[in-house]
């Protein structure tokens, strides 16, 4: 089983975990280490359907706090005029993406309603724990094949394209 490590600031790696009966799941404990505040708080974002993120809540909050603020110096501007419906759906999405959640002892994580069936699992399920270089990821194995599986071939690239 692989884990998750820290390769000065990128989070690799990944690792299944089991879902109890309760929707925890025990994630590593260096992984809750470098994603917690002192109050053991991170951050839990929808991504994409069958994906949920974890992220150190200021790390977060930083980035949601740039981007509403640059939606409302546009705003003020009138740079959004005529964009109301877009403002609607950031605003919805910015309602329900994500929320605060407190790791317990061990690492252990409650996965709220709502999250759990955007990632689609049930009691007794595996989720693939992945580093995702700036965040830790919380995959529904069967949507993890699939993404990687289409994201593999374009690796080469991507990589070249990051790195030089």
């Given amino acids: ?3 998750i490590v820290n390769h000065d600031g990128l989070l690799l ?3 299944p975990r089991a879902l109890d009966d309760r929707y925890r799941l025990s994630l590593p404990g260096e992984v809750a280490d470098m994603l917690t505040d ?5 951050l839990l974002a929808k991504e994409r359907p069958g994906c949920l993120s974890l992220w150190p809540k200021a790390v977060w909050q ?5 981007g509403i603020e640059l939606v409302r110096s546009k705003i003020k501007t009138g740079r959004l005029e005529g964009r109301i419906a877009d403002v609607q759906a950031l605003g919805r999405l910015l309602s329900t ?3 605060e959640v407190t790791l317990a002892g061990r690492g ?3 996965l709220p309603e709502g999250f759990r069936e955007f990632l689609g699992v049930t009691p007794g399920d595996n989720v693939m724990v992945v580093g995702a270089a700036v965040c ?4 529904n194995p069967a949507v993890w094949a699939d993404a990687i ?9 991507l990589f070249d394209g990051l790195t030089a």
């Fill in 1 to 3: 089983m692989a884990e």
């Fill in 13 to 15: 790696g990944e690792t």
């Fill in 38 to 42: 002192e109050n053991n708080i991170c």
């Fill in 62 to 66: 930083q980035k949601i706090n740039d």
């Fill in 97 to 99: 993406r994500h929320r």
């Fill in 108 to 110: 252990r994580l409650v």
């Fill in 136 to 139: 830790i990821e919380l995959w």
């Fill in 149 to 157: 599986g289409q994201q593999m071939p374009e690796f080469r690239q």
